[in-house]
T-cell receptor
Framework: AQSVAQPEDQVNVAEGNPLTVKCTYS??????LFWYVQYPNRGLQFLLK??????LVKGSYGFEAEFNKSQTSFHLKKPSALVSDSALYFCAVRDVESGAGSYQLTFGKGTKLSVIP | DTEVTQTPKHLVMGMTNKKSLKCEQHMGHRAMYWYKQKAKKPPELMFV???????INESVPSRFSPECPNSSLLNLHLHALQPEDSALYLC???????????????FGDGTRLSIL
């Protein structure tokens, strides 16, 4: 079984400050990890993914995420937050070893990010 | 702009109506998905089609009936829905095949469904 935890329902950050949205995961094998963003009245938009290799992954719109295997974490970060980054963020995991169902994603509950001007 | 197109964007229907949601992608993806999303919650998987065949049904009530007429199209037929079925219905697609299992799913903007 695979699972994702996003411990914060909401994160507030001032514009220009660095932001972090937390994610921890549990899989029986190795993980593929994804971050998605959802703006109001829109679908989920892919930001970045970790599959293997470098633990620091860079993605769209200046976002990056750090994979930490020992802490089973994949926190989303951005050095300087913009008001336009305000949205709902979802972390998702897929177990590499899950075989025929390997294309299924397990999502975290989501974190609402509010960037204050 | 999203590469997965869903129509209609909004749908209001009575509990006795029959309607259909449509999803289309032209990325050559051979896995397509229907999700249901309630406000401020993560998407819940409903159905998965793999190579145009129903692969996964997550115990969805029979008032929801999926159909995959070809590799680009996915429909969700609705009949006798309940008020609790009001939600955002999202379609997604991804490449199929083990070598593509590290690829993300691509989502449409959804259909906002309201049941009166």
């Amino acid at each position: 079984a695979q699972s994702v935890a996003q411990p914060e329902d909401q994160v507030n950050v001032a514009e220009g400050n660095p932001l972090t949205v937390k994610c921890t995961y549990s899989v029986s094998g190795n993980p593929y990890l994804f971050w998605y963003v959802q703006y109001p009245n829109r679908g989920l938009q892919f930001l970045l993914k970790y599959i293997t290799g470098d633990n620091l992954v860079k993605g769209s719109y200046g976002f990056e995420a750090e994979f930490n295997k020992s802490q089973t974490s994949f926190h989303l970060k951005k050095p300087s937050a913009l008001v336009s980054d305000s949205a709902l963020y979802f972390c998702a995991v897929r177990d590499v070893e899950s075989g025929a169902g390997s294309y299924q994603l397990t999502f975290g509950k989501g974190t609402k990010l509010s960037v204050i001007p | 702009d999203t590469e997965v197109t869903q129509t209609p964007k909004h749908l209001v229907m009575g509990m006795t109506n029959k309607k259909s949601l449509k999803c289309e992608q032209h990325m050559g993806h051979r896995a397509m998905y229907w999700y249901k999303q309630k406000a401020k919650k993560p998407p819940e998987l409903m159905f998965v089609y793999s190579y145009e065949k129903l692969s996964i049904n997550e115990s969805v009530p029979s008032r929801f009936s999926p159909e995959c007429p070809n590799s680009s199209l996915l429909n969700l037929h609705l009949h006798a829905l309940q008020p609790e079925d009001s939600a955002l219905y999202l379609c997604a697609s991804s490449p199929r095949g083990r070598e593509y299992s590290n690829q993300p799913q691509h989502f449409g903007d959804g259909t906002r469904l309201s049941i009166l």
